[in-house]
């Protein structure tokens, strides 16, 4: 029902950015909350970010907050990660995804995102 085409990954340096971008097909792209997770060598998935259907409610864990930024745009079927003062602690495979209800009421949850991105490298070098 939905397929989600992630870019934007790289290799920066500490202290830069990055923006990632995940175009989403299918006609209700508007309906989903969109997520970010990533996930780093040796450890669990976590999450990173999200953002509700209308984009009036965001959410990040705190290891990101006042770093990075979700949005939107309904219009472009996209969401994007704006990423800056980027450390090695940030450095994992990030994957976008979509959920439409939240698991245990939780949109924090990687169990409430029925639909995932291939991932893409985001590397920080020290």
């Known amino acids: 029902q939905v397929q989600l085409v992630e870019s934007g990954g790289g290799l920066v340096q500490t202290g830069g950015s990055l923006r990632l971008s995940c175009a989403a097909s299918?006609?209700?792209?508007?309906?989903?909350?969109m997520g970010w997770f990533r996930q780093a060598p040796g450890k669990e998935r976590v999450f990173v970010a999200a953002?509700?259907?209308?984009?009036?409610?965001?959410y990040y864990a705190d290891s990101v907050k006042g770093r990075f930024t979700i949005s939107r745009d309904n219009a472009k079927n996209t969401v994007s990660l704006q990423m800056t003062s980027l450390t090695p602690e940030d450095t994992a495979v990030y994957y976008c995804?979509?959920?439409?209800?939240?698991?245990?009421?939780?949109?924090?949850?990687?169990?409430?995102?029925?639909?995932w991105g291939q991932g893409t490298q985001v590397t920080v070098s020290s």
């Open positions: 299918g006609r209700t792209f508007s309906s989903y909350t």
């Open positions: 953002i509700r259907s209308s984009g009036s409610i965001t």
């Open positions: 995804a979509a959920a439409q209800a939240p698991y245990g009421g939780s949109w924090l949850s990687s169990r409430s995102y029925g639909y």
